[in-house]
């Protein structure tokens, strides 16, 4: 029965310090992006910061492209521990693959499309979004490069699925 209550004493103490972490983590962010944007406002002028700011609310991390999960990750999570709780290793092995296979298609089609608004299609979206002339020949290299990192990003959900 001791033990028992040594166990969920433990259990507290871990999830007290893993809130507190994470509250640290939290707080270390927003004053961190609160100190680094008058920096990166006054270095890159106010209408290139909206574009960074732009570019970067579609990412999969901090914006739109996180929809497309689609829940994979969680799902990744709940298998890996049911089928390690079990012993199961060749089905943890099998959800993973599948979860990857998934996270490429989906991450790679993600890319594709932002490759191609960046092709054909930036002068559209300035249009669309009343970005200033001189910023349209910026728009296509951070497409291509939020391209790549949007699919990195769904290949590393995967990682941190498994992980955790």
């Not at 004053?31 to 570019?55: C, D, K, M, S």
């Not at 990744?76 to 049911?82: D, N, P």
């Not at 092709?119 to 910023?135: C, E, K, R, V, W």
Request: glycine share 10%.
């Amino acid at each position: 029965m001791g033990d028992c209550f040594a166990e969920v004493g433990y259990m507290y103490r871990r999830l007290f310090t893993n809130g507190m972490v994470n509250l640290l983590n939290f707080g270390t962010n927003i004053l961190v992006n609160l100190a680094l944007t008058p920096i990166l406002i006054h270095q890159l002028g106010e209408e290139t910061y909206g574009l960074w700011l732009f570019v970067v609310s579609l990412s999969v991390t901090k914006g739109a492209f996180g929809f497309f999960d689609l829940g994979v990750s969680s799902a990744l999570v709940k298998f890996i521990a049911e089928y390690e709780a079990v012993g199961a290793h060749q089905k943890e092995y099998e959800a993973t693959s599948a979860a990857l296979l998934v996270q490429m298609l989906i991450g790679g089609a993600s890319a594709a499309l932002l490759w191609g608004i960046a092709f054909f299609g930036s002068d559209a979206l300035a249009h669309l979004f009343n970005i200033p002339t001189h910023l349209i020949p910026q728009i296509a290299p951070l497409l291509y490069v939020l391209g790549l990192q949007v699919w990195l990003e769904f290949l590393g959900y995967n990682l941190s699925a498994v992980l955790e």
